[in-house]
T-cell receptor, first 113, second 113 residues
Framework: NAGVTQTPKFQVLKTGQSMTLQCAQD?????MSWYRQDPGMGLRLIHY???????DQGEVPNGYNVSRSTTEDFPLRLLSAAPSQTSVYFC????????????FGEGSWLTVV | KQEVTQIPAALSVPEGENLVLNCSFT??????LQWFRQDPGKGLTSLLL?????REQTSGRLNASLDKSSGRSTLYIAASQPGDSATYLC????????????FGKGTMLLVSP
């Protein structure tokens, strides 16, 4: 039972490069979301999705793009990486049933130089 | 805008002590509140989830309470152990976007043998 799987775990990018952080879940969850965690700032919501084909912005969406073509996958795209996007990124998923908790992936450590 | 505050930011206790972690939030229109544990370099593990209509939840040595009207939650850890050392995060789901979370900055707990 894999749960929420994120790849890559570590990545170094140069300023201006683009890349995609992958997130997959095998629990048939409708809801998926991306957070970034920075020292002193806590976790902040970037984008989220309530189902295939439906996405919306969170608190800090600038510089990121998402799509949800399948229930299982929710990739996060960095369009033109900036040093301010150096962070730890977490993907999460949950079902719409009352009382269901939100499950997190192990995180992706991204450094932009 | 919802704001979640956790006090204290850090706590160091000897093994065996009972301890209380505090969480407060500014907007009482929440769907639920969750407490998470995060170990260094790892993802988040859900400990307890309290629906907005509930007052408390218990799991083993952990007990979480919720007072929605005053915007407060506490996480009580009984008979602390060195293995409890981690960062504890409080997060609330808003009523209108309950698939997402707003996090506090966490309490870093160290339990010494």
């Amino acid at each position: 039972n894999a749960g929420v799987t994120q790849t890559p775990k570590f990545q170094v990018l140069k300023t201006g490069q683009s890349m995609t952080l992958q997130c997959a879940q095998d629990m048939n969850h409708e809801y998926m979301s991306w957070y970034r965690q920075d020292p002193g700032m806590g976790l902040r919501l970037i984008h989220y999705s309530v189902g295939a084909g439906i996405t919306d912005q969170g608190e800090v969406p600038n510089g990121y793009n998402v799509s949800r073509s399948t229930t299982e996958d929710f990739p996060l795209r960095l369009l033109s990486a900036a040093p301010s996007q150096t962070s730890v990124y977490f993907c999460a998923s949950s079902s719409d049933r009352v009382g269901n908790t939100i499950y997190f992936g192990e995180g992706s450590w991204l450094t932009v130089v | 805008k919802q704001e979640v505050t956790q006090i204290p930011a850090a706590l160091s206790v000897p093994e065996g002590e009972n301890l209380v972690l505090n969480c407060s939030f500014t907007d009482s229109a929440i769907y639920n509140l969750q407490w998470f544990r995060q170990d260094p370099g790892k993802g988040l593990t859900s400990l307890l989830l309290i629906q907005s209509s509930q007052r408390e939840q218990t799991s083993g040595r952990l007990n979480a309470s919720l007072d929605k009207s005053s915007g407060r939650s506490t996480l009580y850890i009984a008979a602390s152990q060195p293995g409890d050392s981690a960062t504890y995060l409080c997060a609330v789901s808003p009523l209108l976007r309950y698939s997402t979370l707003t996090f506090g900055k966490g309490t870093m707990l160290l339990v010494s043998p």
